[in-house]
T-cell receptor
Framework: GDSVTQTEGQVTVSESKSLIINCTYS????????LFWYVRYPGEGLQLLLK?????QKGSSRGFEATYNKEATSFHLQKASVQESDSAVYYC?????????FGTGTSLLVDP | ETAVFQTPNYHVTQVGNEVSFNCKQT?????MYWYKQDSKKLLKIMFS???????VNETVPRRFSPQSSDKAHLNLRIKSVEPEDSAVYLC????????????FGAGTRLSVL
């Protein structure tokens, strides 16, 4: 079946430093999946951060960016300068058809 | 602003008991889902409904049964819970089938003693 692999566990970054959370995917169905990053801030529900439905395109939101690379089957999440308020759990996901398949989540801790 | 409401937030029960979780969405969406997040934080889809019709039914034990009275509600019943059912159960909705953006509730944490 479809699968998503992302940077595991917790990532700690100092405030104002750059961030990259890796995400690669495998989709067994014919065609290209739609790709997403979801985020869960402390005390809140899971919510969409950004999405890209066309291969080669870049999505961005709240200073985060991710580029849909179909050759590398990757969708890495990047931010040039993180803030303490970015501390959260980030999930990479793909959609082929009727369901969303998630990675295991990456917990980001930003040191002030 | 929360638009997918789940109750209860937490539930502690014993092996063999029956539990029910409620989910309601106020977004006017046609499609609703139940996901399970296990102790390893992996989110897996369990069921999806579109306009009260079951669309996706992943391989889950038969003791799990979704219940939909209308397209705004999708409840989850677990008959005779097992220890491995301890998890966070997330309800979500989307505008339609294949729609990309899901809106999630805050989750129901189940602990089975």
């Amino acid at each position: 079946g479809d699968s998503v692999t992302q940077t595991e566990g917790q990532v700690t970054v100092s405030e104002s430093k750059s961030l990259i959370i890796n995400c690669t995917y495998s989709a067994t169905s014919i065609g290209y999946p739609n790709l997403f990053w979801y985020v869960r801030y402390p005390g809140e529900g899971l919510q969409l951060l950004l999405k890209v439905i066309t291969a080669g395109q870049k999505g961005s939101s709240r200073g985060f960016e991710a580029t849909y690379n179909k050759e590398a089957t990757s969708f890495h999440l990047q931010k040039a300068s993180v803030q303490e308020s970015d501390s959260a759990v980030y999930y990479c996901a793909l959609n082929m058809g009727y369901k969303l398949t998630f990675g295991t989540g990456t917990s980001l801790l930003v040191d002030p | 602003e929360t638009a997918v409401f789940q109750t209860p937030n937490y539930h502690v029960t014993q092996v063999g008991n029956e539990v029910s979780f409620n989910c309601k969405q106020t977004l006017g969406h046609d499609t609703m889902y139940w996901y399970k997040q296990d102790s390893k934080k992996l989110l897996k889809i369990m069921f999806s409904y579109n306009n009260k019709q079951l669309i996706v039914n992943e391989t889950v034990p038969r003791r799990f049964s979704p219940q939909s009275s209308d397209k705004a509600h999708l409840n989850l019943r677990i008959k005779s819970v097992e220890p491995e059912d301890s998890a966070v159960y997330l309800c979500a909705s989307s505008e339609g089938l294949g729609e990309n953006t899901l809106y999630f509730g805050a989750g129901t944490r189940l602990s089975v003693l």
